[in-house]
T-cell receptor, first 112, second 117 residues
């Protein structure tokens, strides 16, 4: 069983839709939870990070963490074609030697 | 914001030759850098952790004699793929951590696409 599971998609939605991306994890030592966006043939860029259970909002993006269920989500409101990319969840623990553990990534396409 | 560069962005080499990829932190000193490889439509796979002034720590299954990592300064780490073979063709990405920032903050380079013919 992988430490972090993420549905690879692909996911295709119309412009303006609300997108929900999810990851589950098995290691209860994970303390920091990140979402990265990666455009084709580019390096990942950090979108959001969260530390505790609950919601964190940044513009059209909301990150949600439920530590009791070992489940994290990223919501994108009013999705735009420019949001089309691969979204990777990543996690790290203090004991994990700073190593990020990534999910498989979800390919998202927003159709105009 | 923190910027990490990689050079070259794309390289094609012949089987049996060696290729060096550079990773630089441009506006911060990175005591730790990470090297990943990514196959098409797959996630990032950590290859090794590079600490300035010491030997790199390789992940299980990664051949340290084939993938030589040198972190000679606080702003530069290099990955050399020795005796490259077509199966080494991949997208190689580095990331760097600023020790003054939180443990989760890693900044990724734009990646290097290696094609071995």
């Amino acid at each position: 069983q992988k430490e972090v599971e993420q549905d690879p998609g692909p996911l295709s939605v119309p412009e303006g839709a609300i997108v929900s991306l999810n990851c589950t994890y098995s290691n209860s030592a994970f303390q920091y939870f990140m979402w990265y966006r990666q455009y084709s043939r580019k390096g990942p860029e950090l979108l959001m990070y969260t530390y505790s259970s609950g919601n964190k909002e940044d513009g059209r993006f909301t990150a949600q963490v439920d530590k009791s269920s070992k489940y994290i989500s990223l919501f994108i409101r009013d999705s735009q074609p420019s949001d089309s990319a691969t979204y990777l969840c990543a996690m790290v623990s203090r004991q994990g030697a700073q190593k990020l553990v990534f999910g498989q990534g979800t390919r998202l396409t927003i159709n105009p | 914001g923190a910027v990490v560069s990689q050079h070259p962005s794309r390289v094609i080499c012949k089987s049996g030759t060696s290729v060096k990829i550079e990773c630089r932190s441009l506006d911060f000193q990175a005591t730790t850098m990470f090297w990943y490889r990514q196959f098409p439509k797959q996630s990032l796979m950590l290859m090794a952790t590079s600490n300035e002034g010491s030997k790199a720590t390789y992940e299980q299954g990664v051949e340290k004699d084939k993938f030589l990592i040198n972190h000679a300064s606080l702003t530069l780490s290099t990955l050399t793929v020795t005796s490259a073979h077509p199966e080494d063709s991949s997208f190689y990405i580095c990331s760097a951590r600023d020790p003054l920032r939180a443990v989760y903050e890693q900044y990724f380079g734009p990646g290097t696409r290696l094609t071995v013919t």
